[in-house]
């Protein structure tokens, strides 16, 4: 059984941070690009980042770009996502998701594995 689960997620005052995880089970995330997308209620899914197999490239939507900074571990056969100067409109359900390449991933279709989803609200 192949899964992804992300953690992390929770309530936080605008311009705190917070780190998502994305961790892996049943196949191996090293020979998968990475990428976190998120969904606001009433919108369309939204990519945020990618981050190709060895880590060597990055991408990331302009609405974060400065602000969030994604990483892996591939020992760990882990993801994160490090976000900071939380905006409200940062709230959403985020998602990881394991592509084929990291061209796949950054055009968002193509995805091999999702995982659940964790909320994250930015709220005073």
């Known amino acids: 059984q192949f899964e992804l689960v992300e953690s992390g997620g929770g309530l936080v005052q605008p311009g705190g941070s917070l780190r998502l995880s994305c961790a892996a089970s049943?196949?191996?995330?090293?020979?998968?690009?990475i990428g976190w997308f998120r969904q606001a209620p009433g919108k369309e899914r939204e990519g945020i980042s990618c981050?190709?197999?060895?880590?060597?490239?990055?991408t990331y939507a302009v609405s974060v770009k400065g602000r969030f900074t994604i990483s892996r571990d591939n020992a760990k056969n882990t993801v994160y996502l490090q976000m900071n100067s939380l905006k409200p409109e940062d709230t959403a359900v985020y998602y990881c998701?394991?592509?084929?390449?990291?061209?796949?991933?950054?055009?968002?279709?193509?995805?091999?594995?999702w995982g659940k989803g964790t909320l994250v609200t930015v709220s005073s």
């Open positions: 998701a394991a592509a084929p390449t990291q061209a796949m991933c950054v055009t968002g279709y193509g995805m091999d594995y």
């Open positions: 049943g196949f191996t995330l090293e020979k998968h690009a």
């Open positions: 981050i190709s197999s060895g880590g060597g490239s990055t």
